[in-house]
């Protein structure tokens, strides 16, 4: 059966028809403001290059742990899906019947933060009239792929048609930056910046740790194997980075722990992580103390920095050793804040110069620790709902319970967090109609005028991601 492709204008916004109006109205004010991009994990290349994306299989669903993790929950082989094993040869499934794959099983997605995006990808970029389905699945692949060959459907012609401001990317401090450097010199006008994530160069349990420091020693003409020469080496990326336009860093451990050592005995700790083999309990002390030092290091320079912790990374062994990392096997774990950060907050938690953003997977901790710390310490802000949670409940959820105790101006407004270019404006226009949601049941309970409603609305889209991440 063939159903037609429908957004509804009112899609996400409250049942109450009262309530729906405030929000149609705070939408309104509010959904023409570019879109600013402050953290993901797009490609600079794709900028830089300005070359025509692949086919839609490449671009939309390979690409894309949320539908790789869905899909093989329900049995369907990762290899009809286009991925390639890395430990075996031989050639993938052609792309056109991969696809078929992929629409024949899109209705499992009902309901889910996947549907919203793709239908919107589908419907506003691509035009398309019909839903995707095993019926459609060729119309799809043909006018995905004819578009995509078009100047219009170019990384930098989206970028001006999605009305992004400035875009994120993420880069460890072993890249060279070439696609940056790249971007600056070819005069465009589009503000492709990068943000700095250590965890290659300072988690002992990432793979090829010592091999990474190695590279480091290279890169930096340091040696990174010396602990003063180690945090020298780690200055001079942060530096090199934020003369090409970063403003933050990220830092991906598994937990918050932060941990305060004394000169000593991070000289020996670094002595035994950097010479061999680390054990866990000090794998786990050295990234909570280079998180401390790492918040130092941003007093100084300034950049900002974001927390995301709490991701149990390739949870499935086999699926890891047979595909990679990043197929949707990362799953979250409990974590604490007001225990793990206390080092760190002892610290440096009343500088009013650093901004440290605070991300989970752990909603559990929302009103419990996270609002509290966000709204005593100068130093904390709150990152949007994340990962799991970039989802029309989970952002509900997460106005509903820090707000109270946090405000609104202690935290960061939205951030896509994507590898899939074209959902971008698709997950900002949820979080902008959720917003707008959230706020205008507080106009029609009275306690929000309703300009004082629309201040924030623009606060929250616009102001504060700004703000924050010092763009």
């Known amino acids: 059966m063939i159903r037609p492709l429908i957004l509804h204008p009112d899609r996400l916004f409250p049942v109450d028809p009262g309530t729906r109006s405030v929000a149609r109205r705070l939408y309104e004010h509010i959904r023409g403001l570019p879109i600013v991009c402050p953290h993901g994990h797009t490609e600079a290349r794709w900028f830089a290059d300005d070359a025509p994306f692949g086919d839609p299989l490449q671009l939309l669903v390979t690409p894309d742990h949320y539908l790789l993790r869905m899909l093989y929950s329900l049995g369907v082989p990762l290899e009809s899906l286009g991925l390639h094993p890395e430990t075996t040869a031989g050639a993938a499934i052609d792309a056109r019947d991969a696809w078929r794959v992929f629409a024949a099983h899109y209705h499992v997605f009902r309901a889910t933060p996947s549907r919203l995006w793709l239908d919107w990808v589908f419907a506003e970029i691509f035009r398309l009239r019909h839903q995707l389905s095993a019926d459609t699945a060729d119309e799809y692949f043909d006018v995905i792929g004819e578009q995509l060959q078009t100047a219009a459907f170019r990384p930098r012609a989206l970028y001006e048609r999605f009305g992004i401001e400035v875009l994120a990317t993420t880069e460890s401090p072993l890249d060279d930056l070439q696609f940056h450097r790249a971007l600056r ?53 942060r530096a090199l980075f934020a003369s090409l336009g970063t403003t933050a860093t990220d830092h991906g451990h598994p937990s918050a722990a932060t941990a305060q050592l004394t000169a000593r005995e991070a000289q020996q700790l670094f002595g035994r992580v950097s010479s061999s083999p680390a054990s866990a309990q000090d794998a786990e002390l050295f990234r909570a103390h280079m998180l401390t030092v790492m918040a130092g290091m941003s007093l100084d320079d300034g950049l900002v ?11 499935n062994a086999a699926l890891y050793r047979r595909f990679g990392a990043n197929i949707g096997a990362d799953i979250p774990t409990p974590t604490n804040y007001v225990r793990d950060l206390k080092p760190l907050l002892d610290r440096y938690g009343n500088e009013s110069r650093l901004t440290v953003i605070l991300f989970t997977l752990d909603e559990s901790t929302y009103a419990r620790e996270l609002a509290p710390l966000a709204g005593h310490y100068p130093a904390l802000k709150l990152g949007p709902a994340w990962w799991f949670h970039d989802s029309p409940e989970g952002m509900r959820r997460f106005r509903h319970q820090v707000t109270e105790t946090a405000g609104f101006y202690n935290t960061v407004g939205f951030n896509d967090d994507t590898r899939a270019f074209l959902s971008i404006p698709a997950r900002h226009d949820v979080a902008r109609r959720i917003d707008c949601g959230f706020l205008a049941e507080l106009v029609t309970e009275h306690r929000l005028e309703e300009d004082e409603a629309a201040d924030i609305a623009v606060q929250l889209t616009y102001t504060l991601v700004k703000s924050a991440y010092r763009l």
């Open 305 to 315: 920095m974001q927390i995301h912790p709490g991701s149990w990374r390739n949870h």
């Open 185 to 237: 010199a070819s005069g465009w006008s589009g503000r492709i910046i990068s943000t700095f994530r250590p965890d290659p160069v300072v988690d002992p349990e990432y793979e090829g740790f010592h091999a990474k420091l190695a590279a480091l020693s290279e890169l930096t003409d340091r040696d990174a194997f010396d602990y003063p020469e180690y945090l020298q080496a780690l200055r001079d990326r």
